[in-house]
Structure formats: structure tokens, C-alpha cells
């Protein structure tokens, strides 16, 4: 049976244990979050298989989720189990979500830098995350199938600074946000952050790869960049389907002369890059190892290959 669409007043989040309409999900606008960008959070699709509506990669979102708090000092209490508990059940009460985002925040109105009361909550929401978007833009908003990308030429926008990029905290958002938006006023798709010695290290919400002329499949080392469930799972299939993989820095002017670059993450999936300042990329875009693992990560995401079924949670009750 088709899963049935679901109107915005039916949405419910769950926050702290219960769950709550959507318009009353809300914090005072002098909460600490809000106001020093303490808030961590996590996102992951929601698929509809043929076994039903599936989360992809569930433990390692909620891993990651974890280890945010960690490396930013917020006390979580809540364990894995528990949250991925709670997002399944938050799933199963928003029929048709198609995604899960999962913050954690402290709502307490704060003077200091530091909170006086270090009490977090808890909040997850199961929606279709593009309903909004369209109904505000109706016909506007269409992705282009592939980037045109734009190398940040202020080499301040990604390094390893006080806050970890391995943590998913709102403020680690904020410099990258102006580089995009800059990107963006100047007709690019997306913005390439470059670390304080000029290696390339990802895009402001996804993960870089590229193919050398050997056809080694390539990512800048984990120590740049946000640790993407993403392109985990493009390393795990490309080593499942005999691909050679490395991790190796890069300057952005080495990634113009390969045959191939492409982007990943839950929202761009794998995404090709057609240009960068400028420079085409390749011959073709998508090139043929970005197709095919486009592909392949488009089945599995949705419950077409055995072999990684384990990678979904399925959510239907019984
Ligand atoms: N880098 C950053 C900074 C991100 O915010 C994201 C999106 N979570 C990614 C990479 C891609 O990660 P994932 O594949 O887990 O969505």
C-alpha cells in the first residue's frame, strides 16, 4: 500500500521523551543555543523500500550524533540505543518523512558564554524536508544535476580550530554559510573550503572525491573534514566492487586536471562536479566511476541490493 503524504498540522516531533506538534517545537530567542550556536545535530534519509519506509546508516548517524556532543563537552545522557529507539518510533508517527534530523540543544536563557544550566534537549523530527521549500517556491527550486564549483580563496574557512570538524555544531556552519552564500551571488553551485595550507577539504554540507588518471578513487584525509556517513559508504562499495581507494591531500589545482570529481552527503548524494573556477572537469559528467557508483548508492539507499541490507533500519511496526 502506497504510504500516505502527511500534512504539516499532523507532524509530531518527539523532544525529550514525548512527542509534540510540529508548531510547538519551539525555544525562547535568547536560548544559549540559539544565541552562541551550541546546538549539535544530525541528519539521515528515510527510504521507501519494498520492505517498507528504511533509515539509512541509523548507528553511525547516531554514533556521530554522540560523538558531536563529545567533542564539543555537552552533556548527553541519552544513549545510542535509546535515540535510535526514538527515531525509529519518530519515523512510524510521520508517515512519508523522508528524512530525520536530530538535535540536541540547551534552551536555557544564558548570560555567560558558558551555561549556567547545562540541561540539553532533545529533539528529533521525521519530515520531507523539500515540502516547505517547494510550497514556498512552487516550481523555483530544482537542483542542478551537476556543480559548478567554487574554490574559497580565504583560507580560514576550514581548519582545525578549537572546534573539531568532525563535530556537527551550528557553529561550525556559520563561516562556511557566507562562503557558499558569497559562491552563490557569483553564479557556482558550491563553495570548495580549503584548510590554512591551502588543502582542499570539503564543501560546506558534503564530502570531496576525485578519480586520478589511474583510476584510484581519492578523498582528503579525515583529520579536514566532517566524517560523512556518505562517504563512508562510497569507500566501503567502491572497496566491495574492487575500486582502489585512498585518502591523500590535495590542492584544488591538482583536482583540475582529473577525470573525474564528485561530491557526497545525505542531502547531495553523489553528486557530480562539473567545473571548478571555471575549469571543466573530465570529459563526461558524470564520469564513469561517479555514474556507476551513483548508481550503486542509489540502489542500496534503497533497499535493492541484499548485500548491504543491513546498512537500513526498516521502521513498519510487528
Ligand atoms: N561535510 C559536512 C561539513 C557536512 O555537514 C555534511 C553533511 N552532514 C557532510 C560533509 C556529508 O555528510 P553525510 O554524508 O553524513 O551527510
Not at 523522508?98 to 534537549?121: C, F, G, H, N, T
Not at 568532525?166 to 554559510?177: D, E, G, H, I, R
Not at 556518505?230 to 590542492?251: F, N, W, Y
Request: aromatic content about 8%.
Amino acid at each position: 500500500m502506497p504510504e500516505r503524504g502527511i500534512s504539516p498540522p499532523e507532524r509530531v516531533l518527539w523532544i525529550d521523551g514525548r512527542f509534540v506538534p510540529w508548531e510547538d517545537a519551539t525555544v525562547h530567542v535568547l536560548s544559549h543555543s540559539l544565541q552562541r550556536g551550541s546546538l549539535i545535530f544530525d541528519y539521515m534519509s528515510v527510504h521507501a523500500t519494498s520492505r517498507g519506509s528504511a533509515i539509512f546508516r541509523l548507528r553511525e548517524h547516531t554514533e556521530r550524533f554522540r560523538r558531536s556532543a563529545e567533542l564539543v563537552g555537552l552533556p548527553l545522557v541519552l544513549g545510542l540505543e535509546t535515540l535510535m529507539a526514538a527515531v525509529v518510533e519518530t519515523v512510524r508517527a510521520n508517515p512519508g518523512a523522508k528524512a530525520v534530523k536530530m538535535s540536541a540543544y540547551l534552551p536555557s536563557i544564558e548570560v555567560d558564554v558558558v551555561p549556567q544550566d547545562p540541561r540539553l534537549s532533545v529533539a528529533i523530527a521525521a519530515y520531507d524536508p523539500w515540502e516547505d521549500v517547494i510550497r514556498r517556491n512552487p516550481g523555483e527550486w530544482q537542483r542542478r544535476p551537476s556543480v559548478k564549483l567554487w574554490v574559497e580563496k580565504n583560507r580560514r574557512n576550514r581548519r582545525e580550530d578549537i572546534l573539531a570538524p568532525q563535530a556537527k555544531v551550528a557553529a561550525n556552519y556559520t563561516s562556511p554559510m557566507f562562503a557558499k552564500w558569497a559562491a552563490r551571488r557569483r553564479g557556482y553551485d558550491e563553495v570548495l573550503l580549503v584548510d590554512e595550507e591551502g588543502f582542499v577539504a570539503e564543501t560546506p554540507t558534503a564530502n570531496l572525491f576525485w578519480v586520478d588518471e589511474d583510476g584510484v578513487l581519492r578523498t582528503p584525509p579525515e583529520r579536514l573534514v566532517l566524517l560523512g556517513v556518505t562517504r563512508l559508504s562510497i569507500l566501503e562499495l567502491a572497496k566491495h566492487d574492487g575500486v582502489p581507494c585512498a585518502e591523500t591531500p590535495v590542492r584544488p589545482e591538482e583536482l583540475m586536471g582529473s577525470p573525474e570529481v564528485f561530491l557526497t552527503g545525505t542531502v547531495a548524494g553523489v553528486w557530480p562536479v562539473e567545473s571548478i573556477d571555471d575549469q571543466p572537469i573530465g570529459d563526461a559528467v558524470p564520469g564513469p566511476v561517479s555514474a556507476r557508483l551513483r548508481e550503486r548508492f542509489i540502489a542500496v539507499s534503497n533497499g535493492e541490493d541484499p548485500a548491504f541490507h543491513h546498512w537500513l533500519t526498516l521502521t513498519a511496526a510487528g
